[in-house]
């Protein structure tokens, strides 16, 4: 793939990443459990590929359950299987995995390439969960009733409407993220747009339980088929 002028490359994230490492979150555990829960919506899913494994816990419980795990990230420091870009990876087969996750990994990437690598998602496997971050503050209401498995929610998103990204910088998250969901050009129908080229939409959903990520599964429009 050939980059625009001036346009950066896809590179590491610009922190401690040995540190990052380390820190283990609620969100980490939360994180895990809804991408287990959405990959069990797909069906008979054995091979899975995780896209930007992090601190390696939703490696470490698909593995114990069994499942065929292979990890994928840029950065040799969290100790990938394989290294690359995601928006490149000739070194898997079309439809080598049964899914892909990719969770919070395509906001790191300069805007040139994020339809690259969501082409290369929808190829290399049958099914995505692919998770993003919404931009701004967000204020939750919820409510358990306390009678049945009843969960209410309502969340009001707060955006930085001041704050545009561009193609060049990452602005967001303390310059880890070129975009995020709800800035201009990258609200949640321009996203969908994007993901409907190569994808079927199987959910779309907010995590009530980590407000700031908007979840999708997605079936390849690619599966079944014989991908050129």
């Known amino acids: 793939m050939t980059q ?54 939703g490696p470490h419980v698909l593995k114990w359950l069994g499942y065929e795990v292979t990890t994928f990230d840029i950065d040799h420091t969290f100790e990938p299987d394989v290294v690359g870009s995601v928006h490149e990876m000739p070194m898997f087969a079309n439809q080598h995995f049964d899914a892909v996750l990719a969770s919070h990994v395509l906001e790191h990437l300069p805007p040139a390439f994020l339809d690259a690598a969501i082409a290369e998602l929808a190829r290399v496997a049958r099914f995505a969960v692919v998770y993003l971050p919404v931009s701004g503050r967000h204020v939750q209401f919820r409510l358990f009733p306390g009678f049945g498995p009843r969960d209410f929610s309502w969340i009001l998103d707060l ?66 088929k014989e991908v050129s």
């Open 4 to 57: 625009p002028p001036h346009m950066p490359l896809p590179a590491v994230m610009p922190v401690d990443r040995e540190k990052w490492r380390k820190e283990i979150n609620l969100s980490n555990f939360v994180n895990a459990a809804y991408e287990l829960r959405d990959l069990r919506t797909c069906g008979d899913v054995k091979r899975v590929l995780i896209i930007g494994p992090g601190q390696g816990l």
């Open 159 to 224: 955006f930085h409407w001041f704050k545009k990204p561009d193609a060049l910088t990452p602005r967001f998250m303390g310059g880890q993220h070129f975009w995020e969901i709800g800035v201009r050009g990258y609200r949640l129908r321009d996203v969908l747009a994007r993901l409907q080229r190569h994808f079927d939409l199987l959910s779309v959903y907010r995590n009530r339980d980590w407000n700031v990520s908007q979840n999708f599964v997605l079936k390849s429009l690619a599966a079944g």
